[in-house]
């Protein structure tokens, strides 16, 4: 495969969107489309043609985290199958399934989202932050008015995390994805949900083992829930059919939210600011220098996969 | 942990119980849980929670307390202990205690209520507020999953204090008030069995609930953190008019209340402010009510501002009783002259303490051996 990867200033981050080019499956994506998905995405993001150095451009050596939603339970949390795609990309391309951690901050919601655990110290690793040994550091992290716990996943026994969030509506905070994901890192998320989550979501993000740890997200943005978010309403699900991945937290939550403001449009509802869920942590975020939340300091690019090979789209819609 | 192997723990370790210190019931030293492994099922309560209104769309509007959290399927409120699923408003800390101690009633500190007698003192994870000060933080600020949690029905605690000679239960270390349905049903068992109950909280309540709980309590003392609203804002996380109203409603209710004011250097120790707190009691709540000022001691989100120096202690102290209160106390000062309680008739001393133990008691009834004077309170 060949993706010719643009030239970016240095100052603009990158978001690559990569859309299934095919009939809406009955379900989910498979993992294979997944790893399709992903192949091109990676390539895209890191230029060049060598899937493994494209992975290995942004992720560390040692043990990789991959941090997941599993809040919604089957019907709207990550998808295994996503889950699973990421982690054949990295064995296939020299990385030991035992340096690899899928976590969630519980076992419970894991189980129930259908990943299958594995909390021992062999193998591909399935664990909650509840999990026998792990629990959270006993440092508190600070960043603004934020002070937490972080989970030990991150603190301890990662050198770098994937945020592998699931794109949706949430009644708080506006949207979830990749930021507010993080949520689940931290040990007090109940006291961050004023103020539509803003600044705290940003300050979370912020905290140290969080922003030091952070290589990549990959947000799910298969099937979307573009209403009545953070629990599963199946009124309000719609199929975009693509996964999105930058290296810049910011600014992949900044193209999701163009999604999903697009979706919420395209359906009849009023706009997340009229129902007064606007979704201001991303300009606090860039305030603090995580990323891009400007869309014009942000280049798009929409790839298309399917049976014929990879193709640009000409937009995101 | 069972009910079994709990009465099992609780019998293995008996010792006297007319201490004047905290006695630490044997596996019963709740914490943050970092390394141990649990069921979480187990570990949480699924008991439906009250006061809470059902909204369109499968939220929930909880209303235990003035924050007024909206909470949609799966999220939980501020507090980290209620939770909405799919419509229903449940909280999982019901009969979870975190934890268990058997404490001298001047610890709470209550220094009019049954002086010299023991509390059975329990709390589950989670709180409503986020007091940067906090010094039980490692469980306040938890969710109940990450506590070592026990399993401690209400009917169990009544065992503990029959069985142990203990005539108060203390709901307390963390904010009862968010686990309130336990508290509720205990302090009602407790009731029926001839057993006192006492909250020691924020006072971050709505008034329903409370006065639905007052009955059921013997006496409560709130946590007075500051008086003013930035400090609240600020410090605490929080409103300060809604604790007033709750004070006052609390007063009229007739059941005893002390207040603890926690002195906490450059924040909330000003002249300006310990005059503003006096008027308010005197005018709002009576001259009689006694008022704590705590040392405190720099912890959690504090550690940059030093210890309360005795000075300023002593200076709250002064304003106080110039303003007129007539019971006023230096807290966390072992050994300080203001630990006993004085007659404002004759001066003699009533209650004499030594830290938590107290060392003689000169009231017959409620009037002062001395002068006859009525000395307020429950003895």
């Known amino acids: 495969m060949r993706i010719t990867c643009l030239m970016y200033t240095n100052n603009m981050s990158t978001v690559i969107v990569v859309k299934h080019n095919g009939r809406q499956p009955d379900r989910g994506l498979s993992v294979d489309v997944y790893y399709r998905l992903l192949e091109a995405g990676i390539l895209a993001l890191a230029g060049g043609e060598d899937i493994g150095r494209a992975w290995n451009r942004f992720l560390p050596a040692g043990t990789v985290g991959i941090k997941v939603n599993c809040l919604a339970k089957k019907f709207n949390s990550t998808p295994v199958a996503l889950a699973e795609a990421l982690v054949r990309h990295l064995t296939d391309h020299g990385r030991d399934a035992n340096d690899i951690i899928v976590w969630e901050r519980t076992g419970r919601e894991l189980a129930a989202a259908g990943y299958t655990l594995n909390a021992s110290a062999n193998g591909l690793r399935c664990l909650g932050t509840d999990a026998n040994g792990v629990g959270y550091g006993q440092e508190l992290h600070s960043s603004g008015e934020v002070n937490s716990l972080v989970s030990r996943v991150l603190t301890d026994m990662v050198d770098g995390n994937i945020n592998l969030p699931v794109l949706k509506d949430h009644s708080l905070a506006g949207m979830s994805g990749g930021m507010k994901n993080m949520y689940g890192a931290i040990h007090n998320p109940n006291k961050y949900h004023d103020g539509n989550c803003s600044p705290f979501c940003a300050q979370v993000n912020a905290l140290e083992p969080i922003r030091t740890r952070y290589r990549l997200t990959i947000t799910d943005a298969v099937r979307i829930q573009y209403n009545g978010g953070p629990g599963y309403v199946a009124q309000y699900m719609a199929y975009f059919g693509g996964v999105i991945l930058s290296d810049d937290p910011v600014a992949a939550d900044a193209i999701a939210l163009r999604i999903l403001k697009r979706l919420r449009a395209d359906n009849g509802l009023p706009t997340l600011e009229e129902v007064g869920r606007p979704v201001r942590y991303l300009q606090a975020a860039e305030d603090l220098g995580l990323g891009k939340a400007d869309p014009d300091e942000i280049v798009t690019k929409v790839l298309l996969v399917g049976e014929g090979g990879v193709a640009h789209a000409g937009g995101l819609f | 942990m069972k009910r079994r192997t709990f009465m099992r723990c609780i019998g293995c370790g008996a010792v006297a119980t007319a201490v004047a210190q905290t006695e630490l019931l044997p596996e019963f030293l709740g914490g943050m849980q970092n390394a141990c492994a649990f069921d979480y099922s187990e570990n949480l309560a699924s008991v439906e929670a009250r006061y809470y209104k059902k909204l369109d769309g499968g939220g929930v509007e909880c209303q235990i307390c003035p924050r007024h959290c909206m909470v949609t399927d799966l999220e939980r409120g501020?507090?980290?202990?209620?939770?909405?699923?799919?419509?229903?408003?449940?909280?999982?800390?019901?009969?979870?205690?975190?934890?268990?101690?058997?404490?001298?009633?001047?610890?709470?500190?209550?220094?009019?209520?049954?002086?010299?007698?023991?509390?059975?003192?329990?709390?589950?994870?989670?709180?409503?507020?986020?007091?940067?000060?906090?010094?039980?933080?490692?469980?306040?600020?938890?969710?109940?999953?990450?506590?070592?949690?026990?399993?401690?029905?209400?009917?169990?605690?009544?065992?503990?204090?029959?069985?142990?000679?203990?005539?108060?239960?203390?709901?307390?270390?963390?904010?009862?008030?968010?686990?309130?349905?336990?508290?509720?049903?205990?302090?009602?068992?407790?009731?029926?069995?001839?057993?006192?109950?006492v909250m020691i909280t924020g006072g971050y309540i709505d008034d329903k609930p409370l006065a639905e709980l007052l009955p059921h309590l013997d006496a409560v003392k709130v946590d007075l953190k500051g008086i003013r609203e930035a400090y609240y804002r600020d410090v605490v996380g929080a409103k300060l008019q809604p604790v007033l109203d709750r004070l006052v409603q609390i007063r009229r209710a007739g059941v005893w209340l002390e207040l603890v004011y926690l002195v906490v250097p450059t924040l909330n120790d000003s002249d300006a402010e310990f005059t503003d707190l006096a008027r308010w009691i005197k005018a709002n709540l009576g001259t009689d009510v006694p008022v704590h000022f705590s040392k405190f001691h720099p912890q959690y989100l504090l550690k940059n501002l030093p210890a309360t120096p005795l000075a300023t202690l002593e200076r709250a102290y002064d304003v106080s009783r110039a303003e007129g209160l007539e019971y006023v106390y230096v807290g966390n000062v072992p050994g300080h002259r203001t630990e006993s309680t004085f007659c404002p008739g004759c001066g003699e001393v009533v209650i004499e303490r030594k830290g938590y133990r107290v060392r003689g008691i000169n009231i017959d009834g409620n009037a002062c051996r001395s002068c006859s004077r009525t000395i307020p309170g429950i003895f």
């Not at chain 2, 709390?123 to 469980?139: L, P, R, S």
């Not at chain 2, 999953?145 to 503990?160: A, G, H, Y």
């Open chain 2, 78 to 197: 501020y507090c980290g202990t209620r939770e909405n699923r799919d419509g229903t408003y449940y909280t999982l800390v019901y009969g979870k205690a975190c934890a268990l101690n058997i404490d001298p009633i001047e610890k709470k500190p209550l220094y009019h209520f049954h002086p010299g007698t023991t509390a059975l003192s329990v709390a589950t994870a989670g709180c409503n507020c986020n007091c940067k000060f906090c010094q039980n933080w490692d469980i306040s600020q938890s969710r109940p999953e990450q506590t070592k949690n026990f399993d401690l029905s209400p009917d169990d605690m009544v065992e503990i204090c029959r069985t142990r000679s203990v005539p108060n239960i203390a709901y307390t270390y963390s904010e009862p008030v968010i686990f309130y349905e336990y508290m509720y049903d205990t302090a009602k068992r407790a009731h029926e069995a001839g057993i006192k109950s």
